[in-house]
């Protein structure tokens, strides 16, 4: 396979792009310039983000880029910075893709192939209540039952047909025995986010990126029909339509040019602004893993992760929740904080990130620390933000309503007065 970062991009809306910008070259003034309108009116556009992306760690554009940020995340967030205590349950690690960063989607004979019993699932939830988690993270591969005869027996066995199903009973036990579910499970119809809403208070999926020429022959996404970013766009909106709180973001470095990140970054504003119930985007960046077919492409630096993560802020606005996982970029966790994040997502003081599993979370006591050190307050908040908790109680079924209100103060955030809360109990 063949992996690479430049040649002419196919947008969704069918227009080809190049590689680089068409524009001459920015000065310093330029950005300074684009990046304050960018901040005045509360939204940065296609054109002047393409030219920001083309220079984003530039010296003429990376300080007035991230500067413009974090101005725009105090204006709405303050000095806010939000973490969720959750425990990651990798309901299944089988996946009918193959994306060609992915280590965590095993073959149903490989060894590490794991489906979860719900004796497992139960087991895994009381042990993350014990730890103040409030957040039940359930991370799946994509209908495996589409690939594996033995997944199929499996669920049969159990009187179900789809790995949704089982799904939905999953995420009742978690929900019964008193955590917050949050579905990420990949592609799921508008009829199975229907049947999963009464037990989760939010879902989500990356859109990743809206580029189809990365599921061309030698891309990322080549043997991986759940990416194709037209279906992953439907579910976004149908998510919308059903009122669901959904999280969405971009994925960087697997072969995308920067004119298709501005672009995935604007599909995602576009759902969000249509329906209201994006609640955040995450800026994830790839990490080459060993015995996969990129393993030898070179990460992004920290810089670019940094200066992504700005360029969301300027393009998604002041209230949009922005996060960067911490544990993919450890060393630079003050650079990001400076570059318009205001949260840090989930972190498990109890289970590992399946999949990253070789970048272990910080401890929250550290990111506690090292957050203050950077002039900001670590604030821990539930699996949905108090935008839609408080701002849009429609968006949630009413026994998920109440159990999320059941553990939120009156700010919307997690209670600091429950058993074992805040990072001191991690
Ligand atoms: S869809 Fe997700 S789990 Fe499946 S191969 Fe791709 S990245 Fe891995």
Redesign the pocket.
């Known amino acids: 396979m063949v992996y690479c970062h430049s040649p002419p991009a196919l947008r969704l809306d069918g227009n080809l792009v190049s590689p680089s910008s068409f524009n001459p070259r920015l000065s310093r003034r330029d950005a300074e310039r684009l990046v304050a309108e960018a901040l005045d009116s509360a939204a940065l556009e296609r054109e002047p983000a393409e030219r920001l992306a083309a220079q984003l760690t530039g010296p003429e554009v990376f300080e007035p880029l991230l500067e413009a940020a974090f101005e725009s995340k105090k204006r709405i967030k303050g000095d806010v910075v939000t973490v969720s205590k959750n425990i990651f349950i990798p309901l299944t690690n089988l996946?009918r893709?193959?994306?060609g960063y992915?280590t965590?989607?095993k073959l149903d004979d490989d060894p590490d192939a794991k489906t979860y019993s719900l004796d497992e699932v139960g087991e895994a939830v009381r042990g993350g209540l014990r730890s103040g988690c409030i957040e039940a993270l359930f991370c799946l591969?994509?209908k495996p039952e589409k690939a594996y005869r033995s997944y199929r027996k499996f669920l049969s066995s159990r009187g179900l047909s789809t790995t949704a199903e089982y799904l939905t009973q999953a995420c009742q036990l978690a929900f019964e025995l008193g955590m917050l579910p949050h579905t990420n499970a990949?592609i799921l119809s508008a009829e199975q986010m229907q049947a999963l809403k009464p037990w989760n208070a939010s879902m989500g999926l990356m859109l990743e990126t809206t580029s189809q020429r990365l599921r061309l022959q030698g891309g990322p996404h080549q043997i991986?029909p759940?990416?194709d970013p037209v279906v992953r766009l439907q579910m976004h909106n149908e998510a919308g339509e059903i009122g669901i709180p959904f999280t969405s973001g971009l994925l960087l470095g697997i072969g995308e040019t920067s004119e298709e990140c501005v672009d995935t970054l604007l599909a995602i504003r576009d759902v969000s602004r249509r329906w209201g119930h994006i609640q955040e985007v995450i800026v994830q960046p790839f990490h080459p893993k060993p015995d996969t077919p990129m393993e030898f492409v070179l990460p992004i630096s920290d810089e670019h992760v940094a200066a992504w993560v700005a360029l969301t802020r300027l393009i998604m606005g002041p209230e949009m929740n922005v996060q960067a996982p911490p544990n993919l970029a450890p060393e630079v966790l003050e650079l990001l904080l400076r570059s318009g994040l205001n949260d840090w997502g989930g972190v498990s003081p109890v289970t590992v990130d399946f999949i990253n599993p070789e970048a272990p979370w910080p401890a929250l006591r550290e990111l506690d620390r090292r957050t203050r050190a950077a002039g900001q307050k670590l604030v821990e908040r539930l699996p949905v933000y108090p935008e839609h908790l408080i701002g849009r109680p429609e968006f949630f079924d009413p026994q998920v309503r109440e159990a999320l209100h059941c553990l939120a103060d009156d700010a919307g955030y997690a209670r600091p007065d429950r058993p074992h809360a805040g990072v001191e109990a991690a």
């Open positions: 996946c893709d193959r994306c992915c965590f989607a591969g994509d990949g991986a759940d990416k």
